[in-house]
């Protein structure tokens, strides 16, 4: 089964707007959640990552928002460019196995001009 | 510095052949991971190695694939013979440490079995 779900598959947003996307996992074991990043015909790459001892990370114009209870995460992607045009996967990982990562589905965003 | 390179980036071939796929992973990066996304699914973890060893194969799908690194270097990942439901997107990635979460991801190589 899935270990990671993630929502919404494709999402568009004007410029300048919110970028949200969600994910879920069942893992408690989890305990390192990344973002990746990828470009058409390029490979993922890492966006943000957060640990389960804080509810919230911020770089810049992303945010990473961690609910350990809820066992949920979310990006958040403040003014929204066409340069952020990409698909988004969450990922989580066990202590000690830090790169074996899990990831979820993917989010196709399209920010429209 | 250059990154993770990988070879083919698109290779086809028909049910039965044999497909062997190449990555240089960035220089001085111990551990190599090979993941695997099918179309519209989550990327999955295939394996990982430490140097010119299998740290773990868990995620390897069946024993018609063989992934190899020889002298810890470059790595190999034959598929023999190839399946319809092989076509994918193969990714490597390295990482210096294998502990600090950032895995250094190539292009990618995607297979296509007809």
């Known amino acids: 089964q899935q270990q990671v779900k993630q929502s919404p598959q494709s999402l568009i947003v004007q410029k300048g707007g919110i970028s949200i996307i969600n994910c879920a996992y069942e893992n408690t074991a989890f305990d390192y959640f990344p973002w990746y990043q990828q470009f058409p015909g390029k490979g993922p790459a890492l966006l943000i990552a957060i640990r389960p001892d804080v509810s919230e990370k911020k770089e810049g114009r992303f945010t990473i928002s961690f609910n350990k209870s809820a066992k949920q995460f979310s990006l958040h992607i403040m003014d929204s460019q066409p340069g952020d045009s990409a698909t988004y996967f969450c990922?989580?990982?066990?202590?000690?196995?830090?790169?074996?990562?899990?990831f979820g589905t993917g989010t196709l965003l399209a920010v429209q001009p | 510095e250059a990154g993770v390179t990988q070879f083919p980036s698109h290779s086809v071939i028909e049910k039965g052949q044999t497909v062997t796929l190449r990555c240089d992973p960035i220089s001085g990066h111990d551990n190599l991971y090979w993941y695997r996304r099918v179309m519209g699914k989550e990327i999955k973890f295939l394996l990982h190695?430490?140097?010119?060893?299998?740290?773990?194969e868990s995620g390897m799908p069946n024993n018609r694939f063989l992934a190899e690194r020889t002298g810890g270097t470059y790595s190999t990942l034959k598929v023999q013979p190839a399946e319809l439901e092989d076509s994918g997107v193969y990714f490597c990635?390295?990482?210096?440490?294998?502990?600090?979460?950032?895995?250094?991801f190539g292009e990618g190589s995607r297979l296509t079995v007809l």
């Open positions: 990922a989580a990982s066990r202590r000690g196995a830090t790169n074996k990562l899990i």
């Open positions: 190695f430490v140097k010119e060893s299998k740290q773990d």
């Open positions: 990635a390295s990482s210096q440490e294998r502990v600090t979460g950032e895995l250094f």
